[in-house]
């Protein structure tokens, strides 16, 4: 089945740091591929997403590309501030059939925490 | 806009009794909504589908007579977590699909069931 492997937390930073968090997945077909983000007390927000190879995601200064060829989409942001503390999911979702409504896979999730 | 709430965002009740979690698409039609568990440090794991009007689809090892799940209307969806027990306590989070747009979900902001 379809599955979805990030790097496991904690991840603590400096303010201004620079950050990765890995992503790999595995799946049949032509997924889509998505990092959302969980501030403290609220629920999941879309972070970024790419609907197919080579595609970057960005938005508010992440960035993440679609890499077929190593099943990654490692998100990246070259400078973090105390206000990216959040836990951060990737996550996958099969195209499926025409019109049909998709499951979305999540990876176990990674807690950043950025000091000042 | 793609705006969805849950009601209520915390509740506890005694073991045994029954709980109805709301989850509303506020600014849109949701063709599909779909209902998640979180469990801490855990990543969010899919318990079932539901398409307006229509029996919902459960993933394996969710017991459907237990996770009572109703979808009304295009706006609505309703979980009912029946005779609850202290290991239903956790995180339950709501997304619905929009209608016209492929394959984003937009997630609610979560309820806090604690069973006592």
């Known amino acids: 089945g379809n599955s979805v492997t990030q790097m496991e937390g904690p991840v603590t930073l400096s303010e201004e740091a620079f950050l990765t968090i890995n992503c790999t997945y595995t799946?049949?077909?032509?997924?889509?591929l998505f990092w959302y983000v969980q501030y403290p007390g609220e629920g999941l927000q879309l972070l970024l997403k790419?609907?197919?190879?080579?595609d970057k995601g960005s938005n508010k200064g992440f960035e993440a590309t679609y890499r077929k060829e190593t099943t990654s989409f490692h998100l990246e942001k070259g400078s973090v501030q105390v206000s990216d503390s959040a836990v951060y999911f990737c996550?996958?979702?099969?195209?499926?059939?025409?019109?049909?409504?998709?499951?979305?896979?999540f990876g176990k999730g990674t807690k950043l925490t950025v000091n000042p | 806009g793609a705006v969805v709430s849950q009601h209520p965002s915390w509740v506890i009740c005694k073991s045994g009794t029954s709980v109805k979690i709301e989850c509303r698409s506020l600014d849109f039609q949701a063709t599909t909504m779909f209902w998640y568990r979180q469990f801490p440090k855990q990543s969010l794991m899919l318990m079932a589908t539901s398409n307006e009007g229509s029996k919902a689809t459960y993933e394996q090892g969710v017991e459907k007579d237990k996770f009572l799940i109703n979808h009304a209307s295009l706006t609505l969806s309703t979980l009912t977590v029946t005779s609850a027990h202290p290991e239903d306590s956790s995180f339950y989070i709501c997304s619905a699909t929009h209608r016209g747009l492929t394959y984003e979900q937009y997630f609610g902001p979560g309820t806090r069931l604690t069973v006592t």
């Open positions: 790419a609907t197919k190879a080579d």
């Open positions: 799946a049949t077909g032509y997924p889509s």
């Open positions: 996550a996958l979702s099969d195209r499926g059939t025409q019109g049909g409504s998709e499951k979305l896979v």
